[in-house]
């Protein structure tokens, strides 16, 4: 699978130490949107992708017994759908620990996705698209600061 980047230790997305991982592929909505470049990610874009297989993924997760949580952010988790849907499947065969997707849709652009992702345990999706200027706020759920009133997190499952 591609990647842009994997930090083995990551205590900024999620309120449990946590593996994040950079997925390669965006549609730069927020972009569009705001009609102007306001990626938060666009440095990440422009790195090599890395090319890594799914259980190196799962044995630097494994091995570190700090984390307790798999983050899955930018770019877009959902422009790499199916390396997504088996990531966590494999991840599934060993742990059933806190899976966190940031994403920039919203639940209405991704209802088939989301159905496919509530067989699986402890879900927990951040959706909305970065809104610059904007004021930040807490999020329960994630335990963290977002930059949008418009982004909020959900436990799916």
Known sequence: MKVKTILTEDF????????????????FKCDKECG????????????QDIEI???????????????????????????????LLLLINAFRLYVDDDIVIY?????????EQLNQLKQYPNIIIKFGR????Q????????GVELASPNQYAIKIS
């Open 12 to 27: 900024t997305n999620y309120k449990k130490p946590s593996m994040l991982i950079g997925f390669p592929k965006c549609s």
């Open 36 to 47: 102007s470049q306001v990626c938060q990610n666009s440095e990440l874009a422009k790195s």
């Open 53 to 83: 297989l799914y259980d190196n993924i799962i044995n630097k997760y494994l091995q570190n017994n700090l984390t307790k949580a798999i983050v899955f952010g930018g770019l877009e988790p959902f422009d790499s759908w199916k390396d």
């Open 103 to 111: 994403t920039g849709y919203y639940p209405n652009e991704i209802s």
């Open 130 to 133: 970065f809104i610059p200027n």
């Open 135 to 142: 004021e930040h706020h807490f999020d329960e759920v994630l």
